[in-house]
């Protein structure tokens, strides 16, 4: 086994042991409590009625004890079977003999094929210091070395299948939003921004606004001295609620340092899911969709004006209530003008382009969807809809175009064309057809192009440096920690 499968094998036995008996950690203790009891091994033995050699492996952690022979150990040690369990290392070194036992065993060291540490009294203190400050950096290293684009992309694509399953739904998160909600008593429309820095005082925070908040960031939270600070900004499209709002859900959800690409990616997928949450809370959002259903009249900028939100926050929440609530199935999409796929979501049975492993980011969406069709429409102020037949099935979407620094990009969401009685728009008269994959479909040239171009055009293509390189370093992808900790400092005595 090699150490970057060892290390995912780790993972996977810490999460199937987490409730197990610690075997290492009693068979310490037993040792502990029978040296301090002065009894030697076959003492112990002729005690409990077990041979020397048996409880030698106990102690060891290599023999998992029933609980009736911990009983007996527990009686003749003087002590209780609770204590016996609790196994808590008496002092420090106790603490670092223990957990330098416990790192030996785990599939990372034995990837390594080094010999083990016998851990006694005669190993000095710093030798198992630095044998596990070596084995954390190695974690550490292996764990930066994998945060490469492939394994972002394998991230997303678990994340998106969970989405699937669940309709992308999650109860716990529209509790606790809902809780947040009461205790400032708000109950029912668009949430103030007098009420957002309500939410901000509950839980004990001041904001500032500042000029100079680091390039990197969206906004930096002071948890020693309970300050969230936010961007200056005159931008009209720029809504302070939202990051406030983010910032905050950071902090009621308990996110620490992300351990890895994929937690930081669950992370901030639920930080945001927890925000929209308390700008569209679910009792008041559904009652409008619901309200919108009957009528027939279902669409996404009708709650974007409802609650003061982003057509984006409004097509996000809309994807967790439909299926939950509605009864709807649905996917978004959101695209470069490139024709680039930068985020989706689906549980229609639609097919988004991917790669071998899943994974959809970076593919191209086909020229003949609403997602790529909506920008050569003139028309910017309103939803531009279309029936799109795929080899999936036919599907209705509607979709709205949004210019940012990066470029324009499409926003569009869609359902089966069962489901499309719901919306307004739907008396569309535009109407395509998309055989992709299938290469004939939009990205082979036709035939006239290929005869008068082919083999004497070589365009130079804009290869982002974003293309090669593995993700950024660091616990929060793309953030400078010196530049963060820098800002703290200048605003700590202001």
């Known amino acids: 086994m090699n150490a970057r499968a060892a290390l995912a094998a780790q993972a996977a036995a810490s999460a199937d042991t987490e409730d197990s008996l610690d075997t290492v950690a009693v068979g310490r203790r037993i040792r502990e409590l029978r040296k301090a009891k002065g009894l030697t091994l076959d003492q112990l033995g002729e005690a409990v009625g077990t041979v020397p050699s048996q409880l030698s492996l106990l102690e060891n952690g290599k023999r998992e004890p029933k609980i009736t022979q911990l009983m007996r150990i527990a009686g003749a040690l003087g002590t209780s079977l609770d204590d016996l369990l609790a196994a808590q290392p ?24 080094l010999p083990r540490v016998k851990v006694g009294p005669r190993l000095p203190t710093e030798v198992i210091e630095s044998l596990l400050g070596l084995q954390g950096e190695l974690e550490r290293r292996l764990n930066e070395s994998l945060a490469t684009p492939e394994e972002a992309r394998r991230a997303n694509t678990e994340l998106r299948e969970e989405m699937r399953e669940c309709g992308n739904y999650y109860p716990d998160l529209e509790a606790g939003a809902q809780q947040l909600l009461d205790a400032v ?7 103030p921004h ?61 996110y620490g340092e992300p351990a890895d690409y994929a937690d930081f990616l669950r992370q901030r997928v639920n930080t945001n899911y ?3 949450a308390l ?22 900028e009708d709650l974007r004006d409802a609650f003061a939100v982003s057509y984006e926050s409004a097509a996000h929440r ?18 470069h003008e490139s024709g680039i796929l930068h985020k989706g979501y689906e549980n229609d049975g639609v097919t988004f382009p991917s790669d071998h492993t899943g994974a959809i980011e970076g593919q191209t969406v086909c020229r003949h969807w609403t997602s790529r069709e909506v920008f050569d429409v003139p028309d910017k102020f309103r939803a ?30 869609g359902v089966p064309f069962d489901h499309v009685r719901w919306f307004r728009g739907r008396d569309t008269k535009h109407r395509s057809a998309s055989s992709c994959p299938d290469p004939a479909c939009c990205r082979t040239p036709p035939a006239a192009l290929e005869a ?5 055009a070589f365009p130079a293509a804009r290869a982002n440096t974003h293309l090669l390189a593995a993700m950024p370093q660091g616990a929060f992808p793309g953030v400078d920690p010196t530049e963060v900790y820098s800002f703290l400092e200048r605003h700590a005595g202001a």
């Open 384 to 413: 531009f809809e279309q029936f799109t037949d795929t080899v999936s099935g036919t599907f209705w979407c509607t979709a709205i175009t949004e210019r940012h620094s990066s470029g324009e990009y499409s926003l569009s969401i």
């Open 90 to 113: 008496v002092d420090r070194r106790a603490a670092l003999e223990l957990q330098l036992e416990r790192a030996q065993r785990v599939p990372l060291y034995q990837s390594l094929n």
């Open 318 to 335: 809309f994807t967790n209530l439909a299926t939950s609530h509605l009864d709807i199935t649905c996917h978004f999409q959101k695209v």
């Open 274 to 276: 927890f925000a929209g």
């Open 452 to 456: 008068a171009w082919g083999g004497a």
């Open 194 to 254: 007098h009420m957002a820095a309500d939410l901000a005082e509950h839980l004990g925070f001041s904001i500032r606004f500042v000029s100079d908040l680091p390039h990197s960031t969206r906004s930096v939270t002071d948890e020693k001295n309970k300050i969230i600070y936010l961007e200056r900004s005159s931008r009209a499209d720029h809504d302070p609620r939202s990051v406030l709002l983010q910032a905050l859900a950071r902090h009621q959800l308990g």
């Open 279 to 300: 700008l569209m809370p679910e009792k008041a959002a559904v009652a409008f969709l619901g309200e919108a259903k009957k009528r027939r009249e279902l669409a996404i």
């Open 185 to 191: 008593g708000h109950s029912a429309g668009p949430l």
